[in-house]
């Protein structure tokens, strides 16, 4: 498997400058693909998202949110989402994805083929996507996905290695 | 003590037109003010409206929704709380507090002095504005108040009276 | 509508003696009949008796346990009983529904033939057996049955009568 | 780190035979520490340890009782823990703490220098102890736990080997 595409991202909020998956390999990183005026994923999705910040640590799991709007377009604004993202204290970056110009679904939720949101994206420490999860997941069950996705070995830091010799 | 006064509201959403609280006269009625940006509210007062709705009929409790907006105006559209109606599948009618032109509270919380969102305000068979809760109620706690408050004498209907004398 | 009869009791715990429903005659009297062995006794029943404790004053609405045991005989004893109260921080009075001779039931659940357990009984100002509700009870629905009979007006001490005429 | 010292167990309810951690070597082991008449576990830890069992395959997570009656030893008997094993539909074997002659605490319980229940422990694949929770354990840290220590390797089936060579 090779490592999943780039998310297509308007901005990003919460964030000191653009989020890449590249820039995280070596860790595993949970992306909440949500809406602010989805039930589910208030309810659910962001409180889980809270729980995951603090039951990992920075250094083994990244998590974000990933805003993709695909109704409701004319309410659900850039300034409507930072007002959600202050009164909700989400404090993990939240990426906008790209709205479409000719459709509703925005760029990434469409390459990524999502089926709705809430979705949760499971990437591992090689950037590979190894879990779509669409709806309510339990935290049992998300807890043991992790707990085997941050035991595994990160990737050799190549820029580290030459010709197959790697130095500190 | 005297009936309260009426809501200053800009438009009734999920009403066939204007309600007033003396149309409401003889019935119990409960009453959320929420902003749709507020967590208490979304996860505390619109589900407890969605009970009380459930657990007391209709012609001894009217529930109705206040939208008053305090803070995050420019988002907090009449458009946006339309797309939150038809997402939470909120089926009362939600009036929209008149905005204010010189401050930002809006006219009804002004005049009732509100302390915030979401406060459930609860008016007699009279139209008596008998309790105003700010933040998190209790079930049960309120299932007491609303099965006294429904328990009182309705009053006599003064249209079918004259002179004292009353008339079916 | 009469006054419902007397329960049947072996042994009333937490109390500082007998208790009748007659001595409790002007108080409405929530009475939860449970096992200590049955699930939702335990997680939904016996919790909600206390909260029920904390959103009523003591003046008007008095909270009992009935220990009906139908099952398990065996290991439901007293002393049983006696710790479970213990460890539950139960601090209402518990009977001890008087066991049969002859069958499974105890007197009382048979008398007023209880489904199953939890079952909620509750009595009104007058001493009449006003609701009998098997199973899960929603606390908003419970508030608003409490709410009514408390706001029902309280019998008129007919001790401190005499031919109709009444003193303080 | 070497195998943990096995339980001393007077008699294990829901099983075939006898259990021991020699037997599960191989498999992760979560036990959990608990008395029929403590609260929180019958509200968290009981219902934790079932949703264990259907969020973890047989093959890699075994999922124990262990009843360590340090009070009301009177009442909290097998029979009873029999009939509570019964009724809270319990489906993974429980064994009884093997009491002891001279004091309160049970054997297993004093060896493993417990501090109440309920205690969770949780044993890798070779046998040992890596947590030892006490008190109530968030499902998604559980998970978390869990799902790294089933990434473990297995130890080799020694008995399969011999001078450095395995068979099947």
Chains 1, 2, 3, 4 share one sequence.
């Not at 860790?27 to 005026?37: C, D, E, I, S």
């Amino acid at each position: 498997m090779s490592a999943a595409p780039e998310f297509e991202v308007a901005a990003w909020l919460n964030a000191k400058g653009p989020v890449s998956l590249a820039a995280l390999r070596g860790k595993v990183v949970a992306v909440y693909a949500f809406q602010m005026l989805c039930p589910g994923c208030v309810s659910h999705g962001i409180p889980q998202a809270k729980r995951l910040r603090q039951a990992f640590g920075r250094d083994e799991l990244e998590v974000l949110g990933l805003h993709t709007v695909f109704e409701h377009h004319a309410v659900m604004t850039p300034a409507a989402l930072q007002a959600f993202i202050h009164e909700y204290r989400i404090d993990f970056p939240v990426g906008i994805d790209q709205p479409s110009n000719t459709g509703a679904l925005p760029l990434t939720m469409a390459h990524y083929r999502l089926r709705g949101t809430p979705t949760l994206l499971l990437f591992d420490r090689q950037g590979v996507l190894r879990e779509q999860l669409f709806g309510i997941v339990e935290d049992l069950r998300l807890g043991a996905l992790l707990g085997r996705l941050v035991a595994e070995a990160a990737p050799v830091d190549t820029a580290r290695c030459n010709d197959g010799v790697c130095h500190i």
